[in-house]
C-alpha cells in the first residue's frame, strides 16, 4: 500500500521547539531546534502549503509503521541572497570560481529503524525535485546547515510487507 502526504492542506504555522504535528496519514513531525521550521505557503511550484525547515533546524518525521520506501519531493533555498546561485551550484558540482569554498552540505538527512542508523548528505536542488530513500526506517531526520532552507511538498511512501 503507498501512503502519501502533501502538505498543501495544512494550516500555515510555526513549529515550536519540541512541538509535534501529527497528520491524518500517520506522520509525527516534530521540530527539535530553537530555530525556525513551519508550515508556510509554497515559494516554488504548485500553490498551497510546504514544510519548511529553515537553517540550523533540526526535524524529526516519525511513520506511524515502518516504511520500505520513500520518495521525498522537495527543494532548497539558499539563504545568502548575494551568492545564492553560485553556492547551489558550487554545491550542485558546477565548477565556478568563488573567492571561498562553498560548504558542500547544506542538509543531511538522517535514517532510524530495526537497530540501525544511517546518515546521509541531502542532494541539492534548486528547483522542485525527488529523491528516493530505501527503508526499512521508522524516523527520517532532516538537519540543516546556516546555509539554506529545505522546503519539503510531498512524502510518498510503501510500508513494509512481513510475511
Known amino acids: 500500500m503507498i501512503f502519501e502526504e502533501c502538505f498543501t492542506h495544512v494550516a ?16 509525527s ?8 521550521t513551519g508550515f508556510h505557503e509554497a515559494f516554488r511550484g504548485d500553490d498551497g502549503t510546504e514544510l519548511v525547515i529553515g537553517e540550523n533546524s533540526d526535524v524529526d518525521i516519525t511513520f506511524a509503521q515502518e516504511v520500505e520506501c520513500l520518495r521525498l519531493e522537495y527543494y532548497v533555498v539558499s539563504d ?13 558540482g558546477h565548477d565556478y ?13 538522517t535514517i532510524e529503524g530495526s537497530g540501525f542508523t544511517d546518515l546521509m548528505p541531502g542532494p541539492i ?39
Open 12 to 27: 500555515r504555522q510555526f513549529l515550536w521547539h519540541k512541538q509535534t504535528l501529527c497528520t491524518a496519514s500517520g506522520l
Open 29 to 36: 513531525i516534530r521540530a527539535n531546534s530553537t530555530s525556525w
Open 80 to 92: 545568502f541572497l548575494c551568492d545564492d546561485l553560485h553556492m547551489l551550484f558550487d554545491a550542485e
Open 97 to 109: 570560481d568563488l573567492a571561498a569554498p562553498a560548504p558542500r552540505n547544506f542538509y543531511w538527512i
Open 125 to 163: 536542488s534548486t528547483q522542485p525535485y525527488h529523491q528516493v530513500i530505501d527503508g526499512p526506517f521508522r524516523r527520517l531526520t532532516i538537519s540543516t546547515s546556516q546555509a539554506g532552507t529545505v522546503h519539503i511538498r510531498k512524502l510518498e511512501w510503501t510500508g513494509t510487507q512481513r510475511h
